[in-house]
C-alpha cells in the first residue's frame, strides 16, 4: 500500500533540485559582466567582411541534387 509520505523524499528531491535551478539562474544574473558596447553588439561573422550581393542566380538542378544527396546519404 502507497502512502503520501512514500512519496517525501521524492518531493524533497525535487524540491532541492528546482531550488538549485532557480539559485545558479538568478546568480549568474546578478553576478555576469553587464558589458554593452556598440562593437559588442554588431554582427560577426568570421571576421570577414563581406562585399557583393550574396544572391545570385543558381541552377534549379544543383538544389535538386543537394536534396538527393541528403535524402539518400
Same mark, same amino acid.
Given at each position: 500500500?502507497? =502512502?503520501?509520505?512514500?512519496?517525501?523524499?521524492?518531493?524533497?528531491? %525535487?524540491?532541492? *533540485?528546482? !531550488?538549485?535551478?532557480?539559485?545558479?539562474?538568478?546568480? =549568474?544574473?546578478?553576478?555576469?559582466?553587464?558589458?554593452?558596447?556598440? %562593437?559588442?553588439? *554588431?554582427? !560577426?561573422?568570421?571576421?570577414?567582411?563581406?562585399?557583393?550581393?550574396?544572391?545570385?542566380?543558381?541552377?534549379?538542378?544543383?538544389?535538386?541534387?543537394?536534396?538527393? !544527396?541528403?535524402?539518400?546519404?
Amino acid at each position: 500500500m502507497t =502512502t503520501p509520505n512514500n512519496y517525501l523524499p521524492i518531493l524533497i528531491q %525535487a524540491a532541492v *533540485a528546482m !531550488f538549485f535551478v532557480v539559485a545558479v539562474l538568478v546568480s =549568474t544574473h546578478i553576478l555576469g559582466p553587464r558589458l554593452k558596447s556598440k %562593437a559588442k553588439d *554588431a554582427n !560577426f561573422e568570421c571576421g570577414i567582411e563581406s562585399d557583393g550581393n550574396a544572391r545570385f542566380p543558381v541552377s534549379v538542378r544543383y538544389f535538386l541534387t543537394a536534396i538527393l !544527396f541528403v535524402l539518400f546519404d
